[in-house]
């Protein structure tokens, strides 16, 4: 039996804004937590480190950028007292309590879990698409769609779901025009929202249609369009492309170890964030298909956070003020200076 100072009350797997807002909340309440941070895409911080601009996040009336917001959320979560760990978890274990938790340099174990693991968006591959991601490609039209770059020019967006179409729709505010690529001869979004873009008169639908590549400078100028059925190709003008082709939720460590629903989210009870193990929570886009707004995965870690320590205090499993020390991996270097009320 392991003793009880070897057992963390609380384990966050994710670093995006729903993992840190959790670490924020946990560290607070006292929990001692530790984040599991995820170093797959070279850098912690979640989908917001490869956005550029971010002007919906309330607090920046002028807006961040995506890799400062992620940086000022992880320095908060760690004055708060989280510690952070910039690993990957490549394995977990919730059949035993306490849960195990571990990654290629350790195993740790821990009364709750908070997973925050995040989605990924499809990407489509194109042989230019690395040379104009964030250059004209983006994967969400609602994050990037209001910068000055996009307002007034034609646009592409590429999908035929309830996201293409509501992204769609949004960039008509800004966008002269635009182009929705659909590879089908059908959409796969609601009917509500096909006929809001079939009758928008700023939205042309190009059926059948995939792009093959952008072009451009230092900016997307064009895509090279071809035509599923005739193989026919041509070239569309726009200013930008946004991808609508789904997301893919981080859910692959907990297939045998939590329900997820048909297409890989975490099932999250009612309005909580609990999921169908005791002491287990899921926040952020891992759970949500819908929203998947920085915003929205900041108040599901909240949540999530109140939630796991609820269930700690009730089970009597708290611990406060755990006495582990620091290890050496926590991140000390870009703390930056401010205290905490
Ligand atoms: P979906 O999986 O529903 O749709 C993806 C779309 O992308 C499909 O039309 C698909 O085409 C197309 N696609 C996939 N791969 C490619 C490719 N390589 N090239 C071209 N097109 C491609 O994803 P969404 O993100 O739209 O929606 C996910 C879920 O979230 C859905 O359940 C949706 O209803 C929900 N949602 C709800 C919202 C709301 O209620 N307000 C808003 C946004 C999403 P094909 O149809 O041919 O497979």
Same mark, same amino acid.
């Given at each position: ?12 797997i ?10 924020i ?15 797959k ?20 009336p ?19 007292g ?13 059949k ?44 969400c ?11 007034? &020019? *034609?646009?592409?967006?590429?999908? =035929? !779901?309830?996201?293409? +179409? ?5 960039? $008509? ?25 079939l ?32 193989? &026919? *190709?041509?070239?569309?003008?726009? =200013? !930008?492309?946004?991808? +609508? ?5 981080? $859910? ?77 991996? $926590? ?7 401010f205290?905490?009320?």
């Amino acid at each position: 039996m392991p003793k009880p100072s070897e057992i963390s009350n609380l384990v966050i797997i994710g670093s995006g804004p729903a993992g840190y807002t959790a670490a924020i909340y946990a560290g607070r309440a006292r929990l001692n937590p530790i984040v599991f941070e995820g170093l797959k895409m070279g850098l912690p911080g979640g989908q917001l480190m490869t956005t550029t601009g971010i002007e919906n996040f309330p607090g920046f009336p002028t807006g961040i950028m995506g890799p400062e917001l992620m940086r000022l959320m992880k320095a908060q979560a760690q004055n708060s007292g989280a510690r952070l760990w910039m690993e990957d978890v490549i394995s977990v274990d919730f059949k035993q309590r306490p849960f195990t938790v571990r990654s290629a340099e350790r195993e740790t174990l821990a009364h709750s879990i908070i997973i925050a693991t995040g989605a990924t968006a499809q990407r489509l591959h194109l042989p230019s698409e690395d040379q104009f991601w964030n250059k004209g490609i983006s994967a969400c039209a609602i994050c990037d769609g209001g910068i000055p770059r996009f307002k007034d &020019v *034609e646009l592409a967006v590429v999908g =035929g !779901g309830d996201t293409a +179409a509501e992204e769609s729709i949004f960039l $008509t505010k800004y966008a002269s025009k635009v182009h929705l690529l659909v590879r089908s001869d059908r959409l796969r979004a609601s009917k509500v929202m096909q006929e809001r873009v079939l009758n928008h008169p700023k939205i042309q639908v190009h059926w059948q249609t995939v792009p093959t590549d952008v072009y451009g400078n230092d900016w997307v100028q064009g895509l090279k369009l071809k035509n599923t059925v005739s193989s &026919v *190709e041509q070239d569309l003008t726009v =200013g !930008g492309l946004f991808y +609508a082709i789904g997301h893919k939720p981080n $859910t692959a460590l907990f297939i045998d170890a939590i329900e997820l629903d048909p297409t890989g989210y975490i099932v999250t009870k009612g309005k909580s964030t609990a999921t169908n193990v005791e002491g287990v929570y899921a926040c952020g886009d891992v759970q949500d298909h819908e929203y998947r707004q920085a915003i929205s995965a900041a108040g599901t870690g909240c949540m999530a956070a109140l939630e796991a320590e609820r269930w700690l205090s009730g089970t009597g499993l708290l611990q406060e003020f755990l006495p582990v020390s620091t290890p050496e991996e $926590t991140i000390e270097n870009d703390v930056i200076e401010f205290s905490l009320g």
